[in-house]
């Protein structure tokens, strides 16, 4: 009877430990900023109600997808950067191929909006904007 506990035992204690192996493959992502190509505005709303605006990127390769918007807000201004993600160890067909994403913009407030979109930095490394003006009824 002993013997019988010290198996089940040992048997659980192996199951905990085989269970917290690391053994599945993992697949590692970077996030960087791309520039934004052009910009697309939809109809613009009210406010409290959304206005689309459209933006457009170039991807570098099959492995880069849209991840998310960088956006500052400052008054009635905002400067949005657009945030992709990279498979990384990958084997990724290069390529050059436009994509788009929309920024769904919902203000509290009437008023005139300054979108800066950034579309990359100069020979100075300084940025570039897109500068878009909304003017919200």
Known sequence: MKSL????????????????????????????YTPVDSIQLGEIRPARQVTEIKTFFTRDSECETFFDYDYLISGNERTVSLVVSQLENQQCMEIS????????????ESGVYVFRFWAGNDENDEPIFIIKEIEIP
């Open 97 to 108: 191929q436009v994509s788009s994403n929309s920024l769904q913009f919902k203000p509290e």
């Open 5 to 32: 506990k010290w198996l089940i035992a040992v048997m659980w204690m192996g199951l905990f430990i085989s269970s917290c192996l690391d053994d599945e493959p993992t697949v590692k992502v970077s996030y960087q």
